[in-house]
């Protein structure tokens, strides 16, 4: 069974540090891979997905993730961090075979911006 | 493009109860999947729906249903509500052509059981 772990439950950065949110997953095969950011009290929006090719990819807000198969991760970076990227962060796998539209989605991180 | 609209945003029932939420998914998307947020569980997948079929199923009494309409509108219906049902949940729309779909979610509804 497909799974997704974030081992950071909360996380506090000042603003202008960098950013780094670890996603690691679990699947059999090929993984599809998301990254969502959710404002309290919103809906999910998407930042970022990879499904092949080139394991760097560019997301919005700045964002960015690297796939390492090697390490079943899919971690999220921001080079500078701003005050409103204050939100929870998910990560989910799709589940690849024939549609990606069962997503399975990791616990969350919860990031806290200081001034 | 309009995104994914929920209706209505909240909403509060008791016990017992049953309760229809509505999803109407980004136009020219055929997919629409549903999952249920709380603070326990996370982020939790119901069901999808393509074509008026439902496609995929997660683990959830058979309470919670759902259909899909030939414009792609879907709802979803949970009767006999329970306290533990309280929670966000949210519609997630994709094109459904298979391995590279990606999901776009609406805001939610916020369901309240007292």
């Known amino acids: 069974a497909q799974s997704v772990t974030q081992p950071d439950i909360h996380i506090t950065v000042s603003e202008g540090a960098s950013l780094e949110l670890r996603c690691n997953y679990s699947y059999g095969a090929t993984p599809y891979l998301f990254w969502y950011v959710q404002s309290p009290g919103q809906g999910l929006q998407l930042l970022l997905k990879?499904?092949?090719?080139?394991?760097l990819v560019q997301g919005i807000k700045g964002f960015e993730a690297e796939f390492k198969r090697s390490q079943s991760s899919f971690n999220l970076r921001k080079p500078s961090v701003h005050w409103s990227d204050a939100a929870e962060y998910f990560c989910?796998?799709?589940?690849?075979?024939?549609?990606?539209?069962?997503?399975?989605f990791g616990t969350g991180t919860r990031l806290q911006v200081t001034l | 493009k309009a995104g994914v609209t929920q209706t209505p945003r909240y909403l509060i029932k008791t016990r017992g109860q049953q309760v229809t939420l509505s999803c109407s998914p980004i136009s020219g998307h055929r997919s629409v999947s549903w999952y249920q947020q709380t603070p326990g569980q996370g982020l939790q997948f119901l069901f999808e729906?393509?074509?008026?079929?439902?496609?995929n199923k997660g683990n959830f009494p058979g309470r919670f249903s759902g259909r899909q309409f030939s414009n792609s509108r879907s709802e979803m219906n949970v009767s006999t509500l329970e306290l533990g049902d309280s929670a966000l949940y949210l519609c997630a729309s994709g094109g459904g052509r298979g391995y590279e779909d990606t999901q776009y979610f609406g805001p939610g509804t916020r369901l309240t059981v007292l």
């Open positions: 990879y499904f092949s090719g080139d394991t």
């Open positions: 729906y393509f074509s008026e079929t439902q496609r």
């Open positions: 989910a796998v799709g589940r690849g075979s024939g549609t990606a539209s069962k997503l399975t």
